[in-house]
């Protein structure tokens, strides 16, 4: 990602309140956020929308933020291939805010959306290698080796399409109400 610039948390809290950006799930954001952050999952990040929602505050940085920094990462990039140069990524994201002592608000507690992956990828390579022991049906192997092969491209490309699927299942949906942003 050339080109996005970034910031410690704690250099961004002394500049007082900004426009930040968070790109976490709901549920994500919900369950704890830096203080004057708003929420923008990056799935459905619009950039022209989302600008055009600032009312001419374009000149004015804007600032992303997520769990650990990747995924505002992927945000601001996609916000500079827009044309938007003026794009922040907050450096270890919610989680160096947190650790650095700064303010945040915290709702409820959620499962993240790593451990759903892992626990889904865990079961899907547990079911397909025991069914193909059970059934001595060598086809059932095919299932943990889809899995693993999914699980290393998804290291090496840095984009995971089952916690994509993950992040849009129901219960990792924030019902209307139950999120102030």
Known sequence: ???VKTIHPAQLAEQGRVDLVDVR???EFREVRAENARNVPLDALDPHSLMKERNGSADEPLYVI???????GKACQKLIDAG???VVNVEGGTQAWV???LPVVRGKKAMSLERQVRIAAGFLVFAGAATALVTGNVYFAGIPAFVGAGLMFAG???TCAMGMMIARMPWNKVGKGSCSV
Do not use: E, L, Q
Request: with cysteine.
């Open 1 to 3: 990602m050339s080109g």
């Open 25 to 27: 799930t709901p549920v």
């Open 66 to 72: 997520c769990k650990s920094g990747n995924r505002a």
């Open 84 to 86: 938007y140069a003026n």
């Open 99 to 101: 650790d650095a002592g």
């Open 156 to 158: 090496i490309t840095d």
